[in-house]
């Protein structure tokens, strides 16, 4: 297939599969983080929803893992082109459907309880927390500037069905205020993993897994490790990657 780029476009490796992924220098692009998430928990049969998809790295390798109803939704038009580009770059146009739209106003794009499980990779900074980047794409993806971490949780609510999965992956140092913003939208936090870089260091993030109207009780798995001692990619890292 003759590929063609955009400026500032590029094409990287997957990895999983042998897919490829077009990415733009100036927006975000996918990280270990969206490889942890897509990983994170069995493939739930049913109906699938990305938050804010961006390059649709997501969809991508679950498509990989099996799931066959995926919706990739996307405000950024530059993102969503991008998105829909990846899809069919990899031949997933049977399972994977881009959308553009904002999922604040998710109530305009799909009916309530549509969704057996949404996942999300959003912004983990409050806005004007912390360094800015000067791209405007970058910024929006690393700062809540168009979406708020309670914009996700909303609409993560309105699109699951009862007892449908919600998967995030975030920041450990909003961790307490994740678990309890989970609860208010009716989303029991029921798994929870911490992401360490190196053993012997504090956690820098965590996946969670949060039901749709579950009763309590949640469980802590066990630590998930980056990197070895020398820098390498640990055992796990490298399976989530197809590479053991």
């Known amino acids: 297939m003759t590929i063609k780029l955009n400026e500032n476009e590029r094409l990287?490796?997957?990895?999983?599969?042998?897919?490829?992924l077009i990415q733009r220098n100036d927006e975000f692009c996918f990280s270990l983080d969206t490889v942890l998430?897509?990983?994170f928990g069995d493939v739930i049969k049913g109906p699938t929803l990305?938050?804010?998809t961006g390059?649709?790295?997501?969809?991508l390798i679950l498509s990989a893992r099996g799931a066959t109803e995926i919706?990739?939704?996307e405000l950024n038009p530059v993102m969503a082109d991008i998105a829909a580009r990846n899809v069919v770059l990899n031949g997933k146009e049977s399972c994977v459907v881009v959308r553009r739209g904002d999922y604040r106003r998710i109530e305009e794009l799909f009916p309530a309880g549509s969704f057996s499980v949404v996942y999300a990779n959003p912004p983990y900074r409050e806005l004007f927390r912390g360094s800015s980047s000067d791209k405007d794409g970058v910024r929006k993806a690393r700062h809540e500037e168009t979406a708020t971490l309670r914009d996700v949780l909303r609409a993560a609510a309105y699109a699951l069905k009862f007892h449908g999965r919600f998967r995030m992956v975030h920041t450990a140092q909003r961790l307490a205020e994740i678990l309890a913003a989970m609860r208010e939208v009716a989303i029991e936090p029921k798994v929870l993993r911490p992401v360490y870089g190196r053993i012997d260091k504090d956690a820098k993030c965590f996946l969670v897994e949060?039901?749709?109207?579950?009763n309590p009780g949640m469980v802590l798995q066990g630590p998930l490790v980056v990197h070895e001692a020398d820098g390498a990619y640990t055992q796990e890292v490298l399976h989530f990657y197809g590479k053991d």
């Open 71 to 73: 919706t990739a939704l």
């Open 12 to 20: 990287d490796d997957l990895i999983l599969d042998g897919m490829k």
């Open 55 to 59: 390059t649709a790295a997501i969809p």
């Open 50 to 52: 990305d938050l804010g």
């Open 37 to 39: 998430l897509a990983r």
């Open 210 to 214: 949060g039901i749709r109207g579950g």
